[in-house]
Structure formats: C-alpha cells, structure tokens
C-alpha cells in the first residue's frame, strides 16, 4: 500500500504538468482514488460558498449529471463543517446518512469513506468521498490515506482555474471575479487547466485551441515573447487523441544548426568522428505524439528544407543515414518574428511559410487582454508564488494594482509572473508599489508604450483603462514629453501646479 500511494502521488503530480482540462484532472483524481483504495465508486465535492452547498465536480454517478449536497445534510456535509474524516462501515445505520442520495440514484451505498480538502490557508474548499470498499470496510489505514491524497488533490485543485471558472474561489484583487459573473458561463470541458483569460481576446484562443486540438492540423502560434505560445502548444497536444503520447518540445534558436538537425533527426552509428551509437532524434521521441518546435524563425534554410519534408511526407533520414524513415508525429510550431517579412527577405522559404500557416493562433499582447484578465493572472501567480515559496499575502493595494494596470508589459505574461514572484518574496503580507520590481525606465516603457495609444486619438482602448487609470497614464506621458516640467504639463492638462504635484503624488508617478 506505501508502494500504491508513492505511485499515486506521482501519479497526482503529473496531472498538474500536463494543460489537461481542469474538469478532467478532477476526473483523473478521483479515477486514482477510487482505484488506490479499492472503491466502487468516489466523487469530488467542491464548497459552493454563495449557496452553502456542496456541489458534485467529479463522480462516479452514471444516473445523475450532478449533486448539490446542502451543508447541513449528510455525511459530505458533516466533513465539511467538522473537517473530520469519516470512516463508516455501515453509512446507512448511521445518523448522517442522508437516504435522498441514493434513493435518486437507485445506488446502495454501504461502507463510506470521505476527507476533507482544505486550502493552503487552511479553508475547507470541498471534500472527497469513496462508497463501498471492495473489501467490505475502510481500515483506519484507508482513512490515514484518503486524508493525505485528500491534501494532495486539494493542492492540485487549487493550482487549476476550476474554482475561479465556477466563480466560487475568493480572490485577492478586488473585482478579478467580476468578470466570471459578467461573462458567459464557460462549460467546463471547454476551459484549460492553468491557462487564465476569459476577456474576449483569450476566449477566442481558447475557442480556436478547442476547434483544433482534436485534429492532427500543423498549427502555427504567433505572438510576442512571453504570451504563452509554449504553454498553448502543450494545452493542444494534452487535449487531443495523442495526449498519452509523448510532448516533445525543440527550441530552434539554443543550438547551431549542425546540433538542431542531429538533435531533431538524431544520427547513424559512424556519421561523424565521436558518433559511436546510433541516436534517436526528438521527431523519433515524439513518436506516437505531439513535435513543438519553438522559434521556428530562426530554422537556417537546410533545416527549413528538411523540415518541409517531414511536414509534407512525414519522413526523414538520420544524420549520415540512407534509409527514409517515418514519424507519427504532430507538428506545433511557433515563432514571435514578423515571417511574412522573412519570407520576402528570403530568410524564411515560402512554401514552407504556406504549409505552416495553413492553422494559426495568434497570442494576444497582454496589453491587449483587458483589465479583468490581467487582474486575474494577478491573482492566479500571487496565490502561486505564495504557495511556492510558503508566503502569505493578504492584499494587494490599490496603488500597486493601478501600476501594474498602467504598465505596458513588453515581456508579457511571463515578465508579469517574475514581477509577482519577486513582489511576493520581497512582500510582507501586502504588495504595494515599493515592492514591485517595476524598473524607473519602467515607466519610461510604460509612457512609450501609451504614447502609441494617446498620440493617435484611441478610437478604442484595448485594455479598458478605468478613468483614473487613463488620467494616471496621461499625465506620465505628458511628464515624459515635456521632460518632466510640471508646470508645463500643469498648463497643458488646464489644472494647478499643486493639484498635478497630488496627483502624481497619489499615481506613484514620482
Ligand atoms: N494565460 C496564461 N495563464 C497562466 N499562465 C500563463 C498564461 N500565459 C502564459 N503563462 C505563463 O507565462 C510564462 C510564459 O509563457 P510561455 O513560455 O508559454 O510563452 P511563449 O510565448 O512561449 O514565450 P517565448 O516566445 O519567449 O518562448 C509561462 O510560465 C506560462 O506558464
């Protein structure tokens, strides 16, 4: 048994990594539960706080789509206001067996099983329940078990949108849920564990990863550095059929070219001086799964032919090898440089341009998301860095949140999440601007950055700035353009000296 729960918390740490849906982790972890304990059947209940119930999202239950368990009501809801586990040899003798469940389902439960999932501040978030041990009763040891997984899964669940998708998690920036309410309701199924954005931007990506993730399509990602092309192209492969097959992912500009092709196709026994074995390249790794090859761009014109070859005929020949061989593979790629430009350069071969971008997702900016899907990775990387690195942190002032709406975030997403992880280290409880690591020439970014959107008269504002914003961002612009006289910009904004020095004193603009 100490074997079978090392194996399944392994098992369990695995799920994380792979961008399954986060309906369908919850899914696995209850297949793993129920199979490591020997039960007939298991379900997941997550805490529907707004109405004090608790609310089915995963269960062996083939007769009903879901189960809303008042609090006060049965055994599930005894755990969760106690956070006792509960071992019961015979449910239906006992007191807090709520008969209504199994008289809707036709079931007989007999012996049950059920623990507590509690948040990393040690809020019960829902509970796990086994029915029916196959060996007649839970043992204690059982118990002792369900309650560490019970732990475990509850980690697991947290890192996954699925509670802020079903908009019952609290959440640290104020106003990040208001979007979960005002947007339509996503089905669960079409939503992507980890990957958050619902704004419009994001919600069209996640439409077209749905539309293309079961098919076998090349699919070109294009963005900026740091969108999340990567963690897209691993969204798509862990939501098609080959999910259980390999991810292989290749970055194109780490190596030189004569290492990219002996790492890409591997080589024969003898091909070069040192070459003493033969090697099997990562398209033959990926065998069976999904090929990403990242910085596709950068590919020198001899790969770029190569590579047109494996994505025509889905063939290829080992360094210093004769024999054609073939790979059941999937192809992702994905590059942040302008290839239409290459193309016509002619750095980058036209045919192969042409068979790339036959399906592509285009990543939003994060300057282009809106401010509630900003507000929500926010929230999303301070929970996680704080798990990360055992901090706790309370709030994040308005001031601080302001800044990091008024940033440009040239590096993206990935500069956003850095930024959160340093602010949470160097934080003590709170994040305020001081422990932003926003650099000084950050502002200088952020006012090149509006410059774009204020000097042509915005016949849209992408990232939905709130009034204050907008004045904040304004006046750091014109500080910029008049070299920081104040009086100057004081003239131009048609206000006091004294009213613009409040001003930039409330902004964090010094
Ligand atoms: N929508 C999102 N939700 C949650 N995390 C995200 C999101 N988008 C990006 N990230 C995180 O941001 C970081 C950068 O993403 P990723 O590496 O996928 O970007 P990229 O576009 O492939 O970058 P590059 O072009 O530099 O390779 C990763 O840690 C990723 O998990």
């Given at each position: 048994?100490?074997d079978?729960?090392?194996?399944?918390?392994?098992?369990?740490?695995e799920?994380?990594?792979?961008?399954?849906?986060?309906a369908?982790?919850?899914?696995?972890?209850?297949?793993?539960v129920?199979?490591?304990?020997?039960?007939?059947?298991?379900?997941?209940?997550?805490?529907?706080?707004?109405?004090?119930?608790?609310?089915?999202?995963?269960?062996?239950?083939?007769?009903?789509?879901?189960?809303?368990?008042?609090?006060?009501?049965?055994?599930?809801?005894?755990v969760a206001?106690?956070?006792?586990?509960?071992?019961?040899?015979?449910?239906?003798?006992?007191?807090?067996?709520?008969?209504?469940?199994?008289?809707?389902t036709?079931?007989?439960?007999?012996?049950?099983?059920?623990?507590?999932?509690?948040?990393?501040?040690?809020?019960?978030i829902?509970?796990?329940?086994?029915?029916?041990?196959?060996?007649?009763?839970?043992?204690?040891?059982?118990?002792?078990t369900?309650?560490?997984?019970?732990?475990?899964?509850?980690?697991?669940?947290?890192?996954?949108?699925?509670?802020?998708?079903?908009?019952?998690a609290?959440?640290?920036?104020?106003?990040?849920?208001?979007?979960?309410d005002?947007?339509?309701?996503?089905?669960?199924?079409?939503?992507?564990?980890?990957?958050?954005?619902?704004?419009?931007a994001?919600?069209?990506?996640?439409?077209?990863?749905?539309?293309?993730?079961p098919?076998?399509?090349?699919?070109?990602?294009?963005?900026?550095?740091?969108?999340?092309?990567?963690?897209?192209?691993?969204?798509?492969?862990?939501?098609s059929?080959?999910?259980?097959?390999?991810?292989?992912?290749?970055?194109?500009?780490t190596?030189?070219?004569?290492?990219?092709?002996?790492?890409?196709?591997?080589?024969?026994?003898?091909?070069?001086?040192?070459?003493?074995?033969?090697?099997?390249?990562?398209?033959?790794?990926?065998?069976?799964?999904?090929?990403?090859?990242?910085?596709?761009?950068?590919?020198?014109?001899?790969?770029?032919?190569?590579?047109l070859?494996?994505?025509?005929?889905?063939?290829?020949?080992?360094?210093?090898?004769?024999?054609?061989?073939?790979?059941?593979?999937?192809?992702?790629?994905?590059?942040?440089?302008d290839?239409?430009?290459?193309?016509?350069?002619?750095h980058?071969?036209?045919?192969?341009?042409?068979?790339?971008?036959?399906?592509?997702?285009?990543?939003?900016?994060?300057?282009?998301?809106?401010?509630?899907?900003?507000?929500?990775?926010?929230?999303?990387?301070?929970?996680?860095?704080?798990?990360?690195?055992?901090?706790?942190?309370?709030?994040?002032?308005?001031?601080a949140?302001?800044?990091?709406?008024?940033?440009?975030?040239?590096?993206?997403?990935?500069?956003?999440?850095?930024?959160?992880?340093?602010?949470?280290?160097?934080?003590?409880?709170?994040?305020?601007?001081?422990?932003l690591?926003?650099?000084?020439?950050?502002?200088?970014?952020?006012?090149?950055a509006?410059?774009?959107?204020?000097?042509?008269?915005?016949?849209?504002?992408?990232?939905?700035?709130?009034?204050?914003?907008?004045e904040?961002?304004?006046?750091?612009?014109?500080?910029?353009?008049?070299?920081?006289?104040?009086?100057?910009?004081?003239?131009?904004?048609?206000?006091?000296?004294n009213?613009?020095?409040?001003?930039?004193?409330?902004?964090?603009?010094?």
């Amino acid at each position: 048994m100490a074997d079978n729960r090392h194996l399944l918390l392994l098992s369990l740490g695995e799920l994380i990594t792979q961008e399954i849906s986060a309906a369908q982790l919850v899914e696995r972890i209850v297949d793993l539960v129920v199979k490591l304990l020997e039960a007939d059947r298991g379900t997941i209940y997550l805490l529907d706080e707004g109405h004090g119930e608790l609310v089915s999202v995963a269960a062996h239950l083939p007769e009903i789509d879901e189960l809303r368990v008042p609090l006060s009501e049965g055994v599930a809801g005894h755990v969760a206001s106690t956070g006792e586990v509960v071992n019961l040899p015979s449910a239906r003798h006992d007191a807090r067996f709520w008969e209504a469940i199994d008289q809707r389902t036709g079931y007989q439960t007999e012996s049950m099983l059920a623990a507590p999932l509690w948040d990393a501040r040690r809020r019960l978030i829902g509970v796990v329940q086994l029915l029916n041990s196959k060996r007649g009763r839970f043992s204690e040891a059982d118990a002792a078990t369900l309650a560490d997984v019970a732990e475990q899964a509850a980690a697991l669940i947290e890192q996954t949108t699925l509670r802020h998708e079903l908009g019952w998690a609290s959440t640290l920036v104020e106003g990040s849920e208001e979007l979960a309410d005002e947007a339509p309701q996503l089905v669960l199924g079409e939503s992507f564990n980890r990957i958050v954005g619902q704004g419009p931007a994001m919600r069209g990506v996640l439409r077209d990863v749905q539309r293309v993730a079961p098919t076998d399509a090349t699919v070109l990602l294009r963005g900026e550095s740091g969108t999340g092309k990567s963690l897209i192209a691993r969204a798509l492969h862990y939501n098609s059929p080959r999910r259980d097959g390999p991810f292989v992912a290749v970055d194109c500009t780490t190596l030189p070219e004569t290492l990219i092709e002996n790492e890409l196709f591997g080589h024969e026994k003898g091909a070069y001086t040192g070459a003493d074995a033969t090697k099997r390249g990562r398209v033959e790794l990926a065998d069976g799964g999904t090929l990403f090859l990242d910085e596709i761009g950068d590919l020198s014109p001899v790969l770029q032919a190569k590579l047109l070859n494996l994505l025509q005929e889905k063939t290829f020949r080992r360094v210093g090898g004769n024999d054609l061989l073939r790979a059941d593979i999937r192809i992702l790629a994905a590059t942040n440089r302008d290839l239409e430009a290459s193309v016509e350069e002619g750095h980058f071969r036209e045919d192969l341009y042409y068979r790339l971008r036959v399906v592509q997702i285009e990543m939003p900016p994060l300057r282009q998301r809106g401010r509630q899907d900003l507000m929500q990775l926010v929230d999303h990387f301070v929970e996680a860095a704080a798990k990360r690195h055992g901090r706790r942190v309370d709030r994040i002032t308005e001031e601080a949140m302001a800044m990091l709406l008024g940033y440009g975030w040239p590096g993206n997403v990935r500069e956003l999440e850095n930024c959160l992880e340093s602010a949470v280290i160097f934080s003590d409880g709170e994040i305020s601007p001081s422990t932003l690591p926003l650099p000084q020439q950050g502002r200088t970014r952020k006012i090149r950055a509006l410059g774009s959107q204020t000097d042509a008269p915005p016949d849209r504002f992408v990232d939905e700035p709130s009034l204050a914003e907008l004045e904040a961002r304004y006046i750091a612009w014109l500080l910029g353009e008049y070299d920081g006289n104040r009086s100057a910009c004081a003239r131009v904004l048609g206000i006091g000296r004294n009213t613009l020095l409040r001003k930039i004193r409330e902004y964090g603009l010094e």
